[in-house]
């Protein structure tokens, strides 16, 4: 399979390119590093890289920026940060990418645990991640070509003890687990699906 990892050098994007490297090519892309880049709070680059990498099989998206901060002192710019980044990026990259991925191909974007289990200063994030997965439920229903797409949701990671402190009573989850949902999501035959990894 030709398969699209975005985030490719990022906490999960760099696990999940080296498992799928194994036995399938994989063209990596970040907003500076990879194979090719791409900025996804920008519909025009979405557009350029989608021309550059042609045809695929799969996209992986473990990309996208959002807000992390109190309530009281919340602006709108501030919650755009995740409406623009994580949220219409990785809308973005599948309202573009669906004229360009084969038949019976497939979408993986990431959300979150704080769609379901908030926490104090997580409101932006929270939002967003349930958008995507409501986003996902309801492409699954009438995206063409037999087309799957599916969200992974992760808690904390393992590998960033710097977020313990926010996530307090929350088990973190080992990387492995992560990477696993990744690999059901692109090679197994879910469609409309939240893989949930907490």
Known sequence: MKIIVV???GTIG????AALQKEHEVITAGSKSGDLQVDITSPESIERFYEQAGKFDALVSATGSAYFGPLNTMKDSDFRVGINSKLMGQVNLVL???HYVNHKGSFTLTSGILSEDPIVLGANLSAVNGAINSFVKSVAVEIDNGVRIN???PGVFEESPDYFPYFAGHIPVKMDRVTQAYIKSVLGALTGQVIEVY
């Open 14 to 17: 760099k696990h999940i390119t």
């Open 7 to 9: 985030g490719a050098t």
């Open 151 to 153: 969200a992974v949701s």
């Open 96 to 98: 573009t990418g669906q």
